[in-house]
């Protein structure tokens, strides 16, 4: 099938990265074959996983700029099933090196094009902006997740999100779909949570994914010991919202473990 995802919201903080890491090893556990794609210059979707960025000699960065292959920047994790194009903050210049580049919002869609129909999703982990990486990312992309985290500000940049989402289907990709937004770090003993989780429904309707993420402590525990959610506790409650995102993921694009 080869779907590719980008998990995208240029305000930081959400869970974005949390939850490129832990949908893609939810997918990877129940026997999809997942690429990884870490966009983010920060590369904390690489160091979640356990690579050290600095010890890479290949990255997203040689890859999106033409420079090796896709195929000679992708390493295995320790989750099976799960393949990581990790990247390092060299990808910072990508964004200047490519401003006055012909077809500029290609890059990504070029460097993916060999080894997409070698995987089941492809999620791509952007960075909190909507620079040009981000743009490549959406331009390259099936469908795009975004995750809201449920607290007062939770729609605030939204609004521009998807104004760069309608851009980018108009101009540059016409088949780029919302996957669904995602609600985040809910706690459900704040009645701001759930506030905000009414208002989110009651405006976005069915393009609100039903799984909410809530606060794990295990969840922020899981990134500094280089492992996803479900490698580190295969049993907390993050593991298990993760998880249930997966099935749901599967559900909404038709897709069971038996008929791919």
Sequence with gaps: MGKIISIANQKGGVGKTTTAVNLSAALAVMEY????????????????????????????????????????????????????????????????????????????????????EEYDFVIIDCSPSLGLITVNALAASDSVIIPIQSEYFALEGLGKLLNTVRIVQTRLNPGLNIEGLLITMYDSRLRLARQVVEDVRGHFKRLVFDTLIYRNTKLAEAPSYGKSIIMYDALSAGAVNYLNLANELLKRNNMTNNGK
């Design 33 to 116: 074959k997942v690429l990884l794609v870490d966009a983010d210059p920060q590369a904390n979707a690489s160091s979640g996983l356990g690579i050290n960025p600095d010890e890479l000699e290949k990255c997203a960065y040689e890859c999106f700029m033409g420079q090796a292959p896709v195929q000679d920047c992708i390493i295995d994790t320790d989750t099976p099933n799960l393949s990581l194009l990790p990247t390092r903050i060299d990808l910072v210049g990508a964004e200047v090196e490519l401003v006055n580049e012909k077809n500029r919002e290609y890059f990504v869609r070029r460097a993916l094009e060999p080894i997409k």
